[in-house]
């Protein structure tokens, strides 16, 4: 059974850091496309980070570049995004999302909440 398993959110004042976490299990990842993704109270679902398990190519949403950092560790089949310099306007539920060939798995959801 696939599962990926956010964790790491919380409440943290504007200007501050939260390193999210996104463990996978159940299957085997390696051709999948790690991605995170938030989704804010009355918005869509937007794109936010992406990453490989292979290679070092990472991908961000305009709204986060230089203050988000996507990274992996293969050994423990875990995604982490480190933010930092957060803002009120990042608060959100964060999704875990891996992706292949039109194959998408979530998990549940983390939510981080940035207070002024």
């Known amino acids: 059974q696939v599962q990926l398993v956010e964790s790491g959110g919380g409440l943290v004042q504007a200007g501050g850091s939260l390193r999210l976490s996104c463990a996978a299990s159940?299957?085997?990842?390696?051709?999948?496309?790690m991605n995170w993704f938030r989704q804010a109270p009355g918005k869509e679902r937007e794109f936010v980070a992406a990453?490989?398990?292979?290679?070092?190519?990472?991908y961000y949403a305009d709204s986060v570049k230089g203050r988000f950092t996507i990274s992996r560790d293969n050994a423990k089949n875990t995604i982490f995004l480190q933010m930092n310099n957060l803002k009120t306007e990042d608060t959100a539920v964060y999704y875990c999302?891996?992706?292949?060939?039109?194959?998408?798995?979530w998990g549940r959801g983390t939510q981080v909440t940035v207070s002024s």
């Open positions: 999302q891996a992706s292949s060939r039109g194959l998408n798995y």
């Open positions: 159940g299957r085997t990842f390696s051709n999948y496309a």
């Open positions: 990453i490989r398990w292979t290679g070092s190519d990472t």
